[in-house]
Protein backbone atom coordinates (compact mmCIF):
# COMPACT_ATOMS: atom_id res chain seq x y z
CA UNK A 1 0.00 0.00 0.00
CA UNK A 2 1.38 3.02 -1.10
CA UNK A 3 -0.23 5.53 1.11
CA UNK A 4 -2.01 7.71 -2.30
CA UNK A 5 -5.74 6.88 -2.31
CA UNK A 6 -8.03 7.06 -5.32
CA UNK A 7 -11.47 7.11 -5.98
CA UNK A 8 -13.44 5.37 -7.41
CA UNK A 9 -11.44 1.95 -8.51
CA UNK A 10 -14.01 1.65 -11.52
CA UNK A 11 -15.93 3.90 -13.47
CA UNK A 12 -18.62 3.42 -16.27
CA UNK A 13 -20.28 6.03 -18.54
CA UNK A 14 -21.01 7.22 -21.81
CA UNK A 15 -19.76 8.89 -24.45
CA UNK A 16 -20.30 12.76 -24.08
CA UNK A 17 -20.59 12.69 -19.96
CA UNK A 18 -18.29 14.35 -17.49
CA UNK A 19 -16.66 12.51 -14.83
CA UNK A 20 -14.61 13.31 -11.66
CA UNK A 21 -11.37 10.93 -10.57
CA UNK A 22 -10.07 12.01 -7.25
CA UNK A 23 -6.90 11.59 -5.49
CA UNK A 24 -5.56 11.68 -2.09
CA UNK A 25 -2.00 11.94 -1.75
CA UNK A 26 0.59 10.33 0.66
CA UNK A 27 0.65 11.60 4.02
CA UNK A 28 2.72 15.11 3.93
CA UNK A 29 3.70 14.93 0.13
CA UNK A 30 3.03 18.18 -1.74
CA UNK A 31 2.64 17.00 -5.20
CA UNK A 32 0.22 15.28 -6.65
CA UNK A 33 1.00 13.78 -10.89
CA UNK A 34 -2.00 12.71 -13.02
CA UNK A 35 -1.14 9.80 -15.51
CA UNK A 36 -2.97 7.77 -18.02
CA UNK A 37 -2.25 3.99 -19.18
CA UNK A 38 -3.68 2.83 -22.16
CA UNK A 39 -3.27 -0.52 -24.56
CA UNK A 40 -1.58 1.88 -27.40
CA UNK A 41 -0.16 5.05 -25.67
CA UNK A 42 1.50 2.89 -22.51
CA UNK A 43 1.32 5.34 -19.61
CA UNK A 44 1.30 9.26 -20.20
CA UNK A 45 2.12 11.53 -17.97
CA UNK A 46 -1.00 14.39 -18.04
CA UNK A 47 -0.41 16.98 -15.57
CA UNK A 48 1.25 17.95 -11.75
CA UNK A 49 0.66 19.82 -9.10
CA UNK A 50 2.75 21.18 -6.23
CA UNK A 51 0.81 22.67 -3.05
CA UNK A 52 -2.08 23.53 -5.21
CA UNK A 53 -0.49 25.24 -8.13
CA UNK A 54 -0.19 23.73 -11.39
CA UNK A 55 3.62 23.06 -12.32
CA UNK A 56 4.02 20.83 -15.32
CA UNK A 57 1.40 19.55 -17.93
CA UNK A 58 2.01 16.76 -20.39
CA UNK A 59 -0.17 15.60 -23.19
CA UNK A 60 -3.73 16.52 -21.54
CA UNK A 61 -6.75 17.30 -23.84
CA UNK A 62 -8.19 20.43 -23.27
CA UNK A 63 -11.14 18.30 -22.54
CA UNK A 64 -9.21 17.33 -19.26
CA UNK A 65 -8.79 19.49 -16.25
CA UNK A 66 -7.15 19.11 -12.82
CA UNK A 67 -7.00 21.47 -9.63
CA UNK A 68 -5.43 20.51 -6.24
CA UNK A 69 -7.29 21.72 -2.85
CA UNK A 70 -6.14 23.44 -0.06
CA UNK A 71 -6.42 19.97 1.93
CA UNK A 72 -3.71 18.89 -0.98
CA UNK A 73 -6.21 16.06 -2.52
CA UNK A 74 -6.45 16.26 -6.25
CA UNK A 75 -9.25 16.24 -8.57
CA UNK A 76 -9.12 15.29 -12.69
CA UNK A 77 -12.22 16.24 -14.62
CA UNK A 78 -12.62 14.14 -18.06
CA UNK A 79 -15.35 16.11 -20.14
CA UNK A 80 -17.35 15.63 -23.14
CA UNK A 81 -16.02 11.80 -23.20
CA UNK A 82 -14.83 9.63 -25.94
CA UNK A 83 -14.52 5.68 -26.45
CA UNK A 84 -10.52 6.45 -26.43
CA UNK A 85 -10.74 7.97 -23.48
CA UNK A 86 -11.49 4.19 -21.34
CA UNK A 87 -7.73 3.61 -19.25
CA UNK A 88 -6.25 3.36 -16.67
CA UNK A 89 -6.24 6.71 -14.44
CA UNK A 90 -3.14 7.03 -12.26
CA UNK A 91 -2.63 9.55 -9.31
CA UNK A 92 0.76 9.57 -8.06
CA UNK A 93 2.84 11.72 -5.58
CA UNK A 94 5.94 12.36 -4.07
CA UNK A 95 6.96 15.46 -0.91
CA UNK A 96 9.03 17.63 -3.81
CA UNK A 97 8.37 19.83 -6.03
CA UNK A 98 10.73 18.26 -8.83
CA UNK A 99 12.32 15.49 -8.95
CA UNK A 100 12.44 11.89 -6.89
CA UNK A 101 10.77 8.63 -6.57
CA UNK A 102 6.77 8.73 -7.28
CA UNK A 103 4.32 7.06 -5.27
CA UNK A 104 1.00 5.76 -7.61
CA UNK A 105 -2.15 4.89 -6.02
CA UNK A 106 -4.46 2.10 -7.35
CA UNK A 107 -5.53 3.82 -10.24
CA UNK A 108 -9.49 4.52 -11.43
CA UNK A 109 -10.26 2.42 -14.69
CA UNK A 110 -12.57 4.71 -16.83
CA UNK A 111 -14.82 2.56 -19.27
CA UNK A 112 -16.36 4.71 -21.82
CA UNK A 113 -19.56 2.76 -23.68
CA UNK B 1 11.07 15.92 -26.15
CA UNK B 2 12.00 13.24 -24.57
CA UNK B 3 12.19 9.39 -25.61
CA UNK B 4 12.35 6.57 -23.57
CA UNK B 5 12.94 3.45 -25.36
CA UNK B 6 12.47 0.04 -23.59
CA UNK B 7 13.80 -3.72 -25.28
CA UNK B 8 12.76 -5.87 -25.66
CA UNK B 9 8.62 -5.14 -25.26
CA UNK B 10 8.06 -8.59 -24.75
CA UNK B 11 10.57 -11.50 -22.89
CA UNK B 12 9.25 -14.92 -22.46
CA UNK B 13 11.94 -16.50 -19.85
CA UNK B 14 12.58 -20.21 -18.34
CA UNK B 15 13.17 -20.47 -14.94
CA UNK B 16 16.44 -20.58 -13.96
CA UNK B 17 17.69 -18.13 -16.99
CA UNK B 18 19.23 -14.71 -16.77
CA UNK B 19 18.78 -12.15 -18.97
CA UNK B 20 18.69 -8.00 -19.72
CA UNK B 21 15.95 -5.38 -19.99
CA UNK B 22 17.74 -1.61 -21.80
CA UNK B 23 16.22 1.65 -21.29
CA UNK B 24 17.58 4.07 -23.88
CA UNK B 25 16.55 7.72 -23.27
CA UNK B 26 17.37 10.86 -25.32
CA UNK B 27 18.24 13.39 -22.71
CA UNK B 28 20.87 14.22 -20.45
CA UNK B 29 19.21 13.37 -17.17
CA UNK B 30 21.35 11.75 -14.42
CA UNK B 31 18.06 9.76 -12.53
CA UNK B 32 16.52 7.04 -13.40
CA UNK B 33 13.80 5.13 -12.04
CA UNK B 34 12.79 0.83 -12.56
CA UNK B 35 9.20 0.52 -11.74
CA UNK B 36 7.10 -3.27 -11.47
CA UNK B 37 3.18 -3.34 -12.74
CA UNK B 38 1.72 -6.61 -12.19
CA UNK B 39 -1.82 -6.94 -14.27
CA UNK B 40 -4.53 -4.39 -13.19
CA UNK B 41 -2.63 -3.19 -10.49
CA UNK B 42 -0.91 -0.31 -9.58
CA UNK B 43 3.15 0.48 -9.99
CA UNK B 44 5.75 -0.17 -7.52
CA UNK B 45 9.05 1.27 -7.37
CA UNK B 46 11.81 -0.82 -7.51
CA UNK B 47 15.29 0.68 -7.76
CA UNK B 48 15.97 4.42 -8.09
CA UNK B 49 19.14 5.29 -9.42
CA UNK B 50 20.61 9.07 -9.10
CA UNK B 51 24.05 9.13 -10.80
CA UNK B 52 26.56 8.03 -13.08
CA UNK B 53 27.44 4.17 -12.62
CA UNK B 54 24.81 3.61 -10.14
CA UNK B 55 23.82 -0.10 -9.33
CA UNK B 56 21.04 -1.10 -7.31
CA UNK B 57 20.37 -5.28 -6.50
CA UNK B 58 17.30 -6.40 -4.57
CA UNK B 59 16.69 -10.14 -4.69
CA UNK B 60 17.18 -11.42 -8.24
CA UNK B 61 17.27 -7.87 -10.05
CA UNK B 62 20.19 -5.69 -10.45
CA UNK B 63 20.16 -2.30 -12.34
CA UNK B 64 22.30 0.09 -13.38
CA UNK B 65 22.81 3.39 -14.98
CA UNK B 66 24.98 4.66 -17.71
CA UNK B 67 24.56 8.49 -18.16
CA UNK B 68 27.07 8.92 -20.84
CA UNK B 69 25.79 6.06 -22.57
CA UNK B 70 22.19 7.25 -21.91
CA UNK B 71 21.21 3.23 -20.95
CA UNK B 72 20.13 1.80 -18.08
CA UNK B 73 20.53 -1.99 -17.52
CA UNK B 74 17.68 -4.16 -15.57
CA UNK B 75 19.46 -7.98 -15.34
CA UNK B 76 17.00 -10.85 -14.31
CA UNK B 77 18.99 -13.25 -12.50
CA UNK B 78 17.76 -17.28 -12.35
CA UNK B 79 14.23 -16.27 -12.86
CA UNK B 80 11.37 -17.52 -11.17
CA UNK B 81 7.70 -16.96 -11.86
CA UNK B 82 7.10 -14.61 -9.09
CA UNK B 83 8.52 -11.83 -11.72
CA UNK B 84 6.33 -11.89 -14.21
CA UNK B 85 5.37 -8.70 -14.51
CA UNK B 86 5.56 -5.56 -16.90
CA UNK B 87 8.69 -3.27 -15.98
CA UNK B 88 8.74 -0.27 -16.97
CA UNK B 89 11.82 2.19 -16.73
CA UNK B 90 11.28 6.29 -16.21
CA UNK B 91 13.08 9.33 -16.61
CA UNK B 92 12.63 13.02 -15.41
CA UNK B 93 12.07 15.67 -17.87
CA UNK B 94 13.56 18.38 -17.23
CA UNK B 95 11.50 20.75 -19.93
CA UNK B 96 8.30 19.10 -18.88
CA UNK B 97 9.14 19.98 -14.94
CA UNK B 98 9.96 17.26 -13.01
CA UNK B 99 7.52 14.75 -14.47
CA UNK B 100 8.68 10.84 -14.94
CA UNK B 101 8.17 9.88 -18.61
CA UNK B 102 8.25 6.25 -18.70
CA UNK B 103 9.02 3.72 -21.46
CA UNK B 104 6.69 1.09 -22.90
CA UNK B 105 7.55 -1.26 -20.51
CA UNK B 106 8.61 -4.82 -20.98
CA UNK B 107 6.50 -7.56 -20.08
CA UNK B 108 7.83 -10.40 -18.69
CA UNK B 109 6.93 -14.29 -18.38
CA UNK B 110 8.45 -16.74 -16.53
CA UNK B 111 7.27 -20.22 -17.08
CA UNK B 112 8.53 -23.66 -15.92
Known amino acids: DSGVTQTPKHLITATGQRVTLRCSPR?????VYWYQQSLDQGLQFLIQ???????AKGNILERFSAQQFPDLHSELNLSSLELGDSALYFC????????????FGEGSRLTVL | ELKVEQNPLFLSMQEGKNYTIYCNYSTTSDRLYWYRQDPGKSLESLFV?????AVKQEGRLMASLDTKARLSTLHITAAVHDLSATYFCAVEDGQAGTALIFGKGTTLSVSS
Open chain 1, 49 to 55: YYNGEER
Open chain 1, 92 to 103: ASSPYNGGGELF
Open chain 2, 49 to 53: LLSNG
Open chain 1, 27 to 31: SGDLS
